[in-house]
């Protein structure tokens, strides 16, 4: 079958009936799972699937799996749930991270764990905690003071802040069980090797499969073009990659011949079956950091990756990290409150809150900027950082550099309670300070990502130790820090 694109390679389809399409481009190596989830209320019952599938799987375990893989590698991972469609994404530069991201997805979307304490932490626990409540608050509070008018003939697809709390674990498990079915998915890359994907689901348990009628998903197939090519803010908030295998999506859609899957090329897996990191990688007692990152670490360092160029033509440098939108008001507080206070010109510290949101900014010297860097990825995957976000007391928590690493800024968005994040930012930087086994088994990773993103050569960052780390995070987490 050929589609109206240059881009096409070929389009495949797995042994568990998956269909998946890949193309050639200069973007890098992407991934899209279009998952057809049709919402007939306002329970927001796709919405919550879509964050138990990241929560948490059998192979991947780790609440905090997904903060750890986008905070240590360069790789993107994020979801949106829309009227009619989920799309799952990933995105990396390294081949590796790429098919680590595929796998845990993968497994998310076919292997998930669902159980009642990520249903309280990640939805709601009928008090306070939730990340999905927290979300709708702020989404509905956002549309009263909107002036658009919102259209009221439509399901609320991503649920309903006062209806969220409804939904059972049955609730979940039976729509998962319903439509995440192989059949019901298509899978888009670029760039990808697909027989390595099909070797990763080779090694998927096998699905019971529930069926689900060819009109009925036909139907369904013509609904989301429709929907999704409609809606073009949608697309603003994809990257550039992700939105090329959208587009694909869509024209493959458009085809007249696509439900022909039969006539697609079947992938044959290999008759050894591709044995993972996950599946040779022992947890350690105590360990903090997931195996699978612990085993990308040292086959990156074997491979000297940081001197590698990617065999594609990256035409673009990745994009620097910036603050979300919705902080933009808090960083103009800090950054003021930082420059002006002559009287005391050695605070380099500030902190801002509103209602739910919290930012905590301090300063940068030119020669701590390396160091800066890489302590914003190491913090941002430690647990102890992360247990707000996995235990459902905010939305999205993060520690970055920004304004060409003038700053360093850690935020809690959507927050219980803000004020309180605050106070707790310093001590969990003392007690990272004093984590060197966490440090020690992430720094290499964070250097890799560091020269990737900033595009230098490993001999900037060769020198930089777990003690340097900690000495720094003793710096910041010690430095004066006046309210605002």
Sequence with gaps: MTLATPL?????????????????????????????????????????????????????????????????TDA???ASTLAETTYYHCQSQCPHTFILAVNYLLNGLFNPVFNAKDLH?????????????????????????????????????????TLIGNLSLNDLTSFHQRFYQASNITLVTANADVEKISQLISLLPKQHNQSIPLKVALDQNNRNSQNDESNEHHQKKYPQAINQLITTYHLWLQDPDYPEIAAYKEIESAKKPLVTDI??????PNSQLIPALTSLSKLLVEENITEQAVSLNISQVPSKTSLPNLFSQLFQQAEKQLTSDKLNPHINHCYVSEQRN???LTKINATEQVVANITSYIISAYPRFLAPRCQGICYATQALTIENSTYLAIYSAFDINPDK?????????????????????????????????????????????ATDISAYLLVIANGSHPKV
């Excluded at 399409?21 to 200069?26: C, E, K, Q």
């Excluded at 709708?136 to 309903?160: M, P, R, V, W």
């Excluded at 599946?279 to 350690?284: A, N």
């Design 279 to 284: 599946d040779t990688l022992p947890i350690l």
């Design 421 to 465: 994040r605050l106070q707790e930012i310093p001590l969990c930087l003392l007690k990272l300070s004093q984590d060197n086994s966490f440090i020690s088994m992430s720094l290499a990773l964070a250097k890799i990502k560091y020269c990737r993103v900033y595009q230098v050569q490993k001999d900037q960052v060769i020198n930089i130790t």
């Design 121 to 161: 932490c990640e939805i709601y626990d009928g008090k306070d905690k939730g990340v999905i409540y927290q979300e709708l608050l702020a989404a509905e509070q956002a549309d009263k003071n909107s002036t658009k008018k919102s259209d009221k003939n439509n399901f609320c697809y991503g649920g309903i802040s």
């Design 76 to 78: 993107k991972i994020n």
């Design 358 to 360: 919290a930012l905590w």
């Design 8 to 72: 096409i390679a070929n389009i495949y389809r797995h042994k568990n009936s998956m269909k998946h399409i890949n193309i050639v481009s200069n973007e890098g190596f992407s991934a899209l799972f279009v998952v057809n989830t049709p919402v007939f209320d306002n329970s927001g019952v796709a919405h919550g699937v879509e964050h138990l599938v990241f929560r948490g799987s059998k192979a991947f375990p780790q609440a905090e799996t997904l903060f750890q893989l986008i905070s240590l």
